[in-house]
Every structure is written in structure tokens, then in C-alpha cells.
């Protein structure tokens, strides 16, 4: 967590209830034609009328100029310090398929890829193979068999997989497969230190039974390997905060963000709509949510300015919604910004907002970027919004005495 | 560098090309008649157009209240925390007289004093005399042998030298010769540490030689030593942010700065005129410049208002041109403000500009500290602004998946 050592003196579990609504990619920047952004395009009439009672700011999600994937972006709106707690790219791969991760498993990134007969790489993508191509292969690997250990490979999308490794006494410091050049072979797996031994030697016996089971194919007649990683031991999300915290998002990699910190996942459909039903069928179990929406950050990093412009305007429409909840405090937050002129994630900083009964008298005169710089909260670290929100819902106790 | 563990992950090398303009002394302070700052009355319109398309914002070049020198101002926009890389005294000394210091060398900042017959201090600056008067005597210091060792004297101005050790095993925590009252005798120097014993006995061993060199004369009859220092182990800017960075600065100290800082110093002449005549003949060379603009310090320094404003006029006559070569991040920053007011350094906050093609959208009214703080950097530690640089340059992946 934030580095607050008295942290656990001054928390305390109370019947009040925090709503943390995540917009991924929120924040964007000025059109250079307009000098606008998404947020002060689009027609927000619901979050600009909250914004004027609410307590405004904009959040720096690590350090200005870095660009946070969705793993920092996460972890930091939660507390969690994104440069001590790391999510590994094999990890987040598997999150972001749902599969059921456990402490101590390791976790890679694969993608099948075409080797000529000499067993060097022609084609690092295997020519982009479709899912339908895919999957029965990464059936046929599920089934490699490497003793000792519970091996699994599960599809992912195209030509991409994820491999997990499940067993004692594996380590994550190996070196990946993947040569990054042509004409070379795919490279062994090699221990970094002796906790990665194991794994680079049930690595490399995956390899080879990759090789007895597609060896005979002309292309994805062998695999690439990278980002092996284990779940990193997080301080638990509710008891740092004595809370009985619940996450709802569409999107599984949401989900195992939620799950790695913690919080009970409650299932939910695959639309927004259906995420917000679900809230209000569960909002009495509960005393904090985090609830994601995910598809400004969708169009933005299609550098699609008017499709994340309406995608904000489609988010607005909820607004009303969450407010009939009446939240002790409502926190509307991105894990960062989705520039459309970025066509990617961005190093901005990112709007804030936070509304409780205590901020009925603060606002700005509009939710976007121009206009949180001047709010109340002013520019703080992502990492201090728990705090924040803690605090609007009556949470927190005096610091000292 | 800035406490950022994965930097190295995070760093590309690319073709883009970042200038650092670094006006010394940059920042100013309103004057108590007009209410306005330097830069507020100074006719910039090339500053101001570029001001209105670029993200403007404040730097604190160490903490509020703090007020800099040049080495810390420009180590903290080189990315160096200043609290942990320290430049000694004697070092900046001898950077600014353009002595080619190694690792391992001492500097000590040395003055001419003066004596009576029983060795005790009547004149801590030896009347002042003038560097007609010191060099021969530094040219006599300068043969002084101390076995072991090479020991050289440099003059800098006036009565004030450098003196230079230069051997295995020498350490600069040792204590000063200046007892800071008159009518007492200079101090001998004491080793602070077992590093410390070789370097005193070495600066002992100068100053008895000074005694049978200088011991006749009426004044300057001994010296004062200082500020012993030897030159930081900084991390090497270029291999940290993959960069082939050089450096033009008309003055040795800024030079002697980015020699520290491992970057190529480009030989420029005396004005800045040539500095940028310099910048275009060697722009195809690098990816990264940091250009220095002097005169607009050494106005406020003096504490003329008016000099500091036509200072900045002056600077803005240059920005055209700078423009014309197209860098990919275009930064305009200052070490420290040197507010005419204080006729010296400052510790305000310092306007900062960024210009890349994805700032057209944003900016201020006009490039000064009123309209920077309401720009869309906000206020930044200044070791920030390289991230930023970079990140505008295209030059910065995202950190975490």
C-alpha cells in the first residue's frame, strides 16, 4: 500500500458505502485542430452537474511522462504503490483470459509461430492464425504431458495463447523464447536464478512436446515464449482498509486485477448496463465497489477521437443511475489517460472526481481535463485517491493525536 | 537519476530528437511596483506563440523554499535527483575554469590571504588583489612539489584560485583551512575519514610550500583551501535514457556539468549566437542537446530588472530559428529563477515549456510564471521533465502490462 505506515490505526469499518466507478483511458488531450479533448467535446450533461458538487482534481497514475499500462494504472487508484507491486505481462495475459490463477503459479505469453526444418524462425506470428485455427492446437498442446508439473495452455485470441505452470517450487526469473530476429531458432529457456530452474526445465519440455505434436505442420508448427510471471503477493485490499470490498467488470483482466488485490468478483454480464444491474442487486453485501468501464479506453486506443467522445457521452447517461444508490462517496476516476491522438495510452494526468455530502459546495464548471486542473483536490498521485475516498465516507480516523 | 527503477526497461532508442533549452536563471519575480515579472514585461512574441501550442507548466527545481545552485538546478533537469548526486564546491570551481578533471581528482577552492609575522589571519581575501597580481602567483603555487602527488594551481579570478590533487587513494572529506575569524592562524587540514589522511597531507604539504614560496611578501603571503570535492559517480545520461546526448554552453561550468553528466560537449564559441550556429552544424550527430542561454541569470544576478527583461527579449529573437531545425520535443526550462528582485538565485518555481506535434491542442496565453501555472503540466519536480521530454520524443514505452 501507500507508503502510510499508521495505515491500519486509522481505518475503520463503518456501514457507509464507497462507489469507485474506473472509466479506463478517462483522460485525453487537445485535439490540435480544436484544442478540445473527448472530455470537453462530448456532451456530459449529468457529469458536469456532479462535477459542479464535487470535489475536483486530476491524478498523476505513476510520474509525469510515464504511460502506465492497465496493471500500474490499476494498483495505483487501489493504493498500491505500481513501482513496488508489479504485475507480470504472462500474469496479466491469464487474467485477461479469466484463468483461475494461484500464488505460485507461473504464467507466459505464447504465440505460435512457423520454423523452417533446420528449426529457425520464418514467421514470428505464424502468419497471424485465426482463433479457429488456433484453438484445437492449443487443445492439442493442453495435452503435453511434463512430469512432475500440471502444465495447461489455454487460447487466448488469434494466434496468441497463454501457458501456465502449476506445481512447488517454481520461480518467474527466466529468460524468454522469442530471439526477436528471423533466420535464428527460438531460444531455450534459461534460469535467471535457482527458484527459475524448475521452470526453465518445464518450459523447455513443453517446447519439446510442442515440437512432437506440430513438428509435421508447414506453419504455428512451433511456439514463442515470454513474460513468465507469478501473481505478486499484494497486501490484501480489504483488510488494509477494513473493508468487505466487491469488484464488477466486464472484462476479466479487470476481474484479476480485482481478484490479485483481493476483492470479492462478482459476475456480471458483457455490457456496462448489465454491470450497473448488477451493482444494485449487490449493493447491500458490500461497503466499497469497484466498477469498470471500459470503452472510452477502447476507442482511444484506436485513435478514434468521436467514437471515445461517444463513448463518454454513453458513460454519462449512467451517471443518474449510480447516484440513485446514494454512495457515502462516489469516486470517478481513469487508471489513466487514452489520448485519441495517441491512438494508445498516455502519461497525462487524469480527471478525478469525488462526490459526498461534504462536497456539495465544491465543483468545477464541467468533468474534463481543463477544468479538474483547477478543482479543489488539485493534482495529486493516484495512489492517494483511496485515502480521499476513505475519508469523504467517514472511514477514516484522525492521524495522531 | 530519478528514483525510477525500470528506466532501463522503459527507454528506446529512436531517430526523434529532443533540445533541452535551459535558460539560466529563467524564472523571475514580480516587481513590487508593476506587479509584474521579467518575463511578464519582456516583448516575447516568438516565446508566447509558441507558448499558446505547447504544455506549459512550473518546475520546483529542488523543494519549495530551496533555493539552488547551478549544479543542482541543472543535475535536477538532467533527471539527477539533487539531494543524492551533490557537486562539490571545489568541483564547480574547477568545471567553471574548464579544468579537466578525472574520477579520483580533488578540488579545492583556494583564496589569497593575508598574515602577520606570527602566521595569524589580517586579511581573509588579501585585500582583494586582482588576477594581474594572482596569476604569477598561481604560476609559482603551480611548481610547488608534493611528493607523490600531482598537485596543480589554477587562477579563476581575482584573488580566488583552484587547487587540484590528482593521485591514487585520495578522499575530499577533510576539513578547511579557513578558521572564518581574523587573528587566528589558517587551520591545518584534518582527515575526516581514513580516505581523508592522504588528501590532508597533501594540502598540508601545499601549504608549507605556499609559506616558502609566498612567506616574504606584505599580502598574499598564504592561502585559504575549501570546498574539497571530487566529481560524483552519476549514472551516465546517455546509457540511461539510450541517448546520444550533447551538450553547447558557451561557459566551462555548464560544459563541466554535462561532462559529469557523460554527455559530449560540443565546442561552441561565446555568445549564443554561436551556441546555435553550433546546434545546426552538429544537429545531425545526436538525439538529444541541452543548449545554455546565460545572459538572462547573470541580468538578475546583478539585480537590473531591465537587463533580465532585454536578456529574455534577446532569447526570444532565437527561438525561430531554433523551430526551423524541427526537434521532435522542443523543452524550454531554467535551472532556478534568478528573480531581479533577490539579485540572486531563487527558489521559485520555474515556467517550463514542452512543444511536440502532440501539444498543438494545448497551451497558455503566454510563456511566464502566471500563465505556466495554469498550463497543463502543472507543477512538476523539475528531475521530471526529462520523462517528459522523452515521452513527447516518442522515446518512452509503457511501463507495466
Request: net charge negative.
Amino acid at each position: 500500500m501507500i507508503d502510510f505506515p499508521y495505515i491500519g490505526d486509522i481505518c475503520q469499518s463503518t456501514p457507509s458505502k464507497v462507489l469507485m466507478l474506473v472509466a479506463d483511458g478517462l483522460g485525453g488531450a487537445p485535439h490540435p485542430e480544436t484544442g478540445k479533448s473527448e472530455l470537453e467535446v462530448a456532451r456530459t450533461p449529468n457529469l458536469d452537474r456532479l462535477a459542479s458538487r464535487s470535489a475536483c482534481g486530476l491524478t498523476t497514475p505513476v510520474m509525469p511522462g510515464i504511460t502506465p499500462g492497465s496493471g500500474p494504472g490499476h494498483l495505483s487508484l487501489f493504493g498500491y504503490d505500481p513501482v513496488k507491486y508489479l504485475i507480470g505481462r504472462g500474469v496479466l495475459e491469464a487474467l485477461g483470459i479469466d484463468v483461475d490463477m494461484q500464488y505460485g503459479d507461473v504464467a507466459a505469453r505464447g504465440n505460435f509461430c512457423t520454423v523452417d526444418d533446420q528449426g529457425r524462425l520464418v514467421d514470428r506470428r505464424a502468419g497471424r492464425i485465426s482463433s479457429s485455427e488456433s484453438i484445437p492446437l492449443c487443445e492439442l498442446l493442453d495435452q503435453i504431458e511434463v512430469p512432475g508439473l500440471d502444465v495447461r495452455v489455454f487460447p487466448v485470441k488469434d494466434y496468441r495463447f497463454v501457458a501456465l505452470f502449476r506445481g512447488q517450487g517454481l520461480g518467474e526469473n527466466v529468460t524468454e523464447t522469442d530471439p526477436q530476429v528471423l533466420e535464428a531458432p527460438p531460444r531455450r529457456v534459461e534460469a535467471l536464478d535457482s527458484q527459475g530452474e524448475k521452470t526453465a526445465a518445464a518450459a523447455n519440455a513443453l517446447i519439446e512436446g510442442v515440437k512432437e505434436v506440430l513438428g509435421d505442420r508447414d506453419r504455428a508448427n512451433m511456439v514463442l515464449l515470454r513474460g513468465f510471471s507469478q501473481l505478486p503477493q499484494l497486501p490484501d485490499f480489504g483488510q488494509t482498509y477494513r473493508l468487505n470490498p466487491a469488484a464488477i467488470a466486464a472484462y476479466p483482466m479487470y476481474r484479476g486485477l480485482a481478484k490479485v488485490a483481493g476483492m470479492t468478483v462478482i459476475p456480471a454480464g458483457a455490457t456496462f448496463q448489465e454491470e450497473v444491474e448488477t451493482l444494485g442487486r449487490h449493493y447491500q453485501e458490500h461497503d466499497f465497489f469497484y466498477l469498470h468501464y471500459k470503452p472510452a479506453d477502447a476507442a482511444g486506443e484506436d485513435g478514434d477521437f468521436d467514437a471515445k467522445v461517444e463513448a463518454l457521452e454513453e458513460l454519462d447517461g449512467f451517471i443518474p443511475g449510480l447516484l440513485d444508490l446514494e454512495p457515502d462517496a462516489l469516486i470517478i476516476a481513469g487508471d489513466h489517460a487514452t489520448p485519441s491522438i495517441l491512438a494508445g495510452h498516455g502519461w497525462q494526468p487524469v480527471p478525478l472526481l469525488i462526490h459526498s455530502k461534504l462536497t456539495l459546495g465544491e465543483g468545477v464548471e464541467a468533468f474534463h481535463e481543463r477544468a479538474c486542473a483547477n478543482g479543489s483536490l488539485g493534482r495529486i498521485q493516484a495512489t492517494e485517491v483511496m485515502f480521499l475516498a476513505l475519508a469523504h465516507a467517514g472511514k477514516l480516523l484522525k492521524f495522531g493525536p
